[in-house]
């Protein structure tokens, strides 16, 4: 069974940092690309960013380009996105997603807070 | 980035059909076709359809998605009472160099 469980989402000051991780099993991670999407709650879904199956392309939304990193350590099953001069807008659900062509599983989310 | 165009909402009677649109241009919806979400309160979201009319295993046949041109549809018959939920339409806009989505249709069961 596939599964991806985020951690790592907790409340952080604005412009403060934050490493959030997903840990995947039941599929081969070195074999997917993979995202995070984030989504404020009761508002729409955002893409953030995403990583090739190797890790050697990353793609970033503007809104974080410069901000976030996106990582992966296939040997560990596990992706990570480095969050730094957190934003107030910032503050979301954010979800790992393996994709297939499209976003074909979902983790269960981590909540990030960004506030004084 | 721009994103991908629903309508807020849509409201059915139970057992009756919907259909969901969602409109982008030649670069996202007309290129690659779009996927389908859907989500409940609380919950991730999970994928309905894929590459207009690609179901995963497991989703049901009342789900079906199409595309024209630039706007792609999800239909669903036979509205059942869990079929209440947001949905939300993807693609990848070759132009952008990223991945869009609507902004997600608030389908109201009645």
């Known amino acids: 069974e596939v599964q991806l469980v985020e951690s790592g989402g907790d409340l952080v000051q604005p412009g403060g940092s934050l490493r959030l991780s997903c840990a995947a099993s039941?599929?081969?991670?070195?074999?997917?690309?993979m995202h995070w999407v984030r989504q404020v709650p009761g508002k729409g879904l955002v893409w953030v960013s995403g990583?090739?199956?190797?890790?050697?392309?990353?793609v970033y939304a503007d809104s974080v380009k410069g901000r976030f990193t996106i990582s992966r350590d296939n040997a560990k099953d596990t992706l990570y996105l480095q969050m730094n001069s957190l934003r107030g807008e910032d503050a979301a659900v954010y979800y790992c997603?393996?994709?297939?062509?499209?976003?074909?599983?979902w983790g269960q989310g981590a909540l990030v807070t960004v506030s004084s | 980035q721009a994103g991908l165009t629903q309508p807020p909402s849509v409201s059915k009677d139970l057992r009756q059909t919907a259909t969901l649109t969602c409109t982008g241009n030649?670069?996202?919806?007309?290129?690659?076709?779009a996927a389908w979400l859907q989500q409940h309160q609380g919950h991730p979201p999970k994928l309905l359809s894929y590459?207009?009319?690609n179901r995963p295993s497991g989703i049901s046949e009342r789900f079906s998605a199409s595309r024209s041109g630039n706007t792609a549809s999800l239909t669903i018959t036979g509205l059942q009472p869990e079929d209440d939920a947001d949905y939300y339409c993807?693609?990848?806009?070759?132009?952008?160099?990223?991945?869009?989505f609507g902004g997600g249709t608030k389908l109201t069961v009645l």
């Open positions: 997603v393996r994709e297939a062509g499209s976003f074909d599983f």
């Open positions: 039941g599929f081969t991670l070195s074999g997917y690309w």
């Open positions: 990583i090739s199956a190797d890790g050697s392309t990353t």
């Open positions: 030649s670069n996202n919806v007309g290129d690659q076709g």
């Open positions: 590459r207009n009319n």
């Open positions: 993807s693609a990848w806009d070759s132009s952008l160099g990223a991945w869009v």
